[in-house]
């Protein structure tokens, strides 16, 4: 059996450790936190972030990256997107040599984009780890509350990799009767999906927290999946990869859900909490409030109409309330639904472009 490591001991990070330890797997998880780690390590909980959960004994719990790192197979990075890139740097000294030795899987399991450089997760960690395409990163995204998976409840995820080999390893470490692993190729389109998702959740949880009612969380779900669409395809994603796990399927887990810290947050902004105590109060990583900033920047700069997320965007820095973002929504020019003949117009420059 394989030895693992996933750096991050949040709930995420948590209850995929134990996924690949009832798998058999030897599993390191890392905590950024010596007390965490230490505490984990002699009660075999993670109160913290994840109370239901006991570790199996083949986990091991450490704060000590030279240890979680050296003789990894694979490294599965989940912790919060703000802090890929330094945790990457921090593990530079400890990887293997890619000329001579081999070469450990490296993938992550987070959800967002880097603010500024509007990156996705996997080309901070290309860039920052110097990867090839010989060595390319493996994405696990798709709708998965860690709850339920610490509950054994049934999940389906996708793990995508420009290497389909790569992928496959990580099917075959992961997959149990309850964890449901699918290959994909489509990176970027699994990552946007999964990062784009938080900012039509935290809408789901502003509008019911504003005394919305269904009809509204279907029409925001349904038109952000437009958006997210929309803004995925003018970055290269498949669109046909936002009906599956990571795109329809993670929107409908998240934003019709009240296990979702970004329908919480969401919640609590739209009855009216102070919008900057909101995540501090969550103690967990609320990654749509950052990414609402950052896909708002990039959908800017590339001139995409994403007219929701614009709307969330104003809300969370507090130049509108909910109540006259849902106004000013409804009361946009008419416009007709997409249809096949509106997508093949934004396909076919970029496919030209692909051709030149
Ligand atoms: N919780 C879920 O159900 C779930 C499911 C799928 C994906 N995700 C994604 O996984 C990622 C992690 O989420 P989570 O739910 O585990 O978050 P969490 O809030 O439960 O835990 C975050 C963990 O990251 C650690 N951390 C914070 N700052 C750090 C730093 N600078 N360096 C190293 N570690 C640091 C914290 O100590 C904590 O252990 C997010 O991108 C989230 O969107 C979460
Ligand atoms: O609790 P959230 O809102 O971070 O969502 C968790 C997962 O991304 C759901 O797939």
Do not use: C
């Not at 390319?136 to 709850?147: D, N, R, W």
């Not at 998702?197 to 349904?222: C, E, M, P």
């Amino acid at each position: 059996m394989a030895q693992l490591t996933i750096l991050g001991a949040g709930s995420w990070g948590s209850a995929l450790a134990m996924v690949l330890a009832e798998n058999g797997h030897e599993v390191t998880l890392w905590s950024h936190n010596e007390y965490h780690a230490q505490m984990m390590q002699e009660t075999r909980q993670n109160t913290r972030y994840l109370e239901q959960l006991t570790f199996p004994e083949n986990v091991t719990i450490t704060a000590d990256l030279a240890t979680a790192v050296r003789d990894a197979a694979l490294i599965n990075f989940v912790v919060p997107t703000k802090a890929i890139r330094q945790v990457a740097q921090q593990i530079k000294p400890y990887l293997k040599d890619k000329r001579t030795d081999e070469w450990p899987i490296i993938m992550h399991s987070s959800k967002g984009l880097e603010q500024k450089t509007y990156l996705r997760i996997s080309e901070v960690l290309t860039e920052e780890l110097n990867l090839t395409e010989e060595h390319p990163v493996v994405v696990l995204s798709g709708p998965s509350h860690a709850e339920e998976v610490a509950n054994h409840d049934v999940t389906a995820i996708t793990a995508a990799s420009q290497s389909l080999e790569a992928a496959e390893r990580v099917q075959q470490y992961f997959m149990t009767d309850d964890f449901r692993v699918y290959t994909n190729r489509d990176v970027i389109g699994v990552e946007t999906g999964g990062a784009l998702k938080n900012i039509i959740a935290l809408g789901a949880g502003i509008l019911a927290g504003t005394g919305y009612g269904d009809n509204a969380k279907a029409a925001l779900v349904t038109r952000g999946l437009a958006e997210i669409s929309r803004l995925g395809i003018a970055v290269g994603a498949d669109p046909l990869t936002f009906m599956g796990l990571s795109g329809v399927g993670d929107l409908i887990v998240t934003a019709t859900s009240s296990h979702s810290r970004n329908w919480r947050a969401g919640y609590q902004i739209g009855q009216g909490a102070p919008i900057d105590t909101v995540e501090e109060q969550m103690g967990m990583v609320v990654e749509g409030m950052a990414t609402t900033i950052a896909g708002y920047e990039v959908a800017q700069k590339l001139h995409v109409e994403m007219p929701i997320t614009t709307a969330i965007y104003e809300v969370i820095t507090e130049q509108t309330t909910p109540q006259a973002a849902i106004q000013q929504l409804m009361r946009r020019d008419k416009k007709g639904e997409v249809h096949f003949t509106d997508l093949q117009s934004v396909l076919t420059p970029l496919e030209q472009d692909k051709g030149e």
